[in-house]
C-alpha cells in the first residue's frame, strides 16, 4: 500500500506575547550586556603575554602557557580527567592516540564545561621520529585544558584587532616561517613573497597524504586560506606555503582549533 506523504505545520509555542518580549527596555539591557562582554574578552586576552600566542593563517592560537595564566585569574579548576588510549590500524601501519576528557570549571564564573583533547602517535612523531609515548599523553592533556579554557571564556580566534586592544603587541607574536630544508624558524616578519620552495611543495604532499586529503580539499583550503584562487602548488608563495603547511601540521597532530579552521574555510565562512 503506498503511502501518501503529508507536509508536516510546525506550530511556534509563545510563552509571551512577542511584543513584550522584544522592547526597548530588553534591547537596553542586552547592549549593555554585549558592552559588558566585550570589556570581560579584552580581559581575558590582558591576562596573556606575546608568547602566549602562536599565529599561523592568519589567525591566533592560545598556548599551554596562556592557559595556566588564564586560569589563575579566573579560578579556572579541573580534576583528575578521565585519559585513555586508542589503538588503530590502517594501509599505513599501525598508530594510536590518548583521548582526555573531564570537567573544566571557573569557580569566578560559576559555570563548567565538558571538554575533551586528544593527541595521535601519527602526529608528534612526523615531527620527531622519536617522541616517546609519555610526550604523547601530555600533549593530549594539553589540548583537553586548552580546549575547555578557551570555550569555557569564549576565547577563540580573537582577532588581531582584539589582541591589540588588549595591549599586546602583535608583531611580536610567533608565527612559522619554513625556509629551505622545510626547518621551522620563528618570525614577526612579513612573510616571503617568493614562490613556493621545493621542500614546502614536498611537505605540502607528505601531510596531506597523511591526512588521506584528495588534491582538490587541500587546495580549497589552501585557496581560502590565501584569500585567492589556487588551482596548483606552484601560485602558492613562500608565506602561503607556509601558513598552508603549518595548518596541515597541526590538523595531523590533532589540534581541535586547527580542524575546526579547516572545516570553517572549507564552508567559505572563515573571515
Excluded at 507536509?7 to 512577542?18: F, I, T, Y
Aim: charged content about 30%; hydrophobic content about 35%.
Amino acid at each position: 500500500m503506498e503511502m501518501e506523504s503529508q507536509a508536516v505545520e510546525m506550530e511556534v509555542v509563545e510563552e509571551e506575547p512577542l511584543q513584550l518580549v522584544l522592547n526597548e527596555q530588553r534591547f537596553k539591557l542586552m547592549e549593555d550586556a554585549a558592552e559588558l562582554y566585550k570589556k570581560f574578552e579584552t580581559l581575558c586576552l590582558k591576562s596573556t603575554h606575546e608568547a602566549d600566542w602562536e599565529s599561523f593563517g592568519g589567525r591566533y592560537y592560545l598556548q599551554g602557557s596562556g592557559t595556566e595564566r588564564i586560569a589563575n585569574r579566573f579560578g579556572i579548576v579541573w580534576q583528575a580527567p578521565h585519559v585513555y588510549k586508542e589503538s588503530f590500524h590502517d594501509d599505513k601501519g599501525d598508530y594510536y592516540a590518548y583521548i582526555v576528557e573531564g570537567i573544566i570549571e571557573s569557580r569566578l564564573l560559576k559555570r563548567y564545561i565538558w571538554a575533551i583533547g586528544r593527541q595521535d602517535s601519527r602526529g608528534l612523531m612526523s615531527r620527531s621520529p622519536n617522541c616517546p609515548e609519555p610526550d604523547i599523553k601530555v600533549a593530549a592533556v594539553t589540548n583537553w585544558q586548552l580546549n575547555g579554557v578557551t570555550r569555557l571564556l569564549g576565547m577563540r580566534n580573537p582577532s588581531k584587532k582584539m589582541l591589540e586592544e588588549a595591549g599586546l603587541k602583535v608583531a611580536e607574536i610567533h608565527t612559522v616561517d619554513f625556509k629551505e630544508g622545510d626547518k621551522a624558524k620563528t618570525s614577526g616578519e612579513a612573510q616571503d613573497a617568493g614562490k613556493i620552495t621545493e621542500p614546502q611543495n614536498k611537505a605540502i604532499y607528505a601531510i596531506t597524504k597523511k591526512l588521506e586529503w584528495d588534491k582538490e580539499k587541500w587546495l580549497k583550503v589552501a585557496s581560502a586560506l590565501s584569500k585567492h584562487t589556487i588551482s596548483t602548488s606552484s601560485e602558492l608563495t613562500k608565506g602561503e606555503a607556509s601558513n598552508l603547511i603549518k595548518l596541515l601540521s597541526a590538523c595531523a597532530e590533532g589540534n581541535e582549533d586547527a580542524k575546526e579552521e579547516v572545516t570553517l574555510l572549507l564552508a567559505g565562512v572563515a573571515e
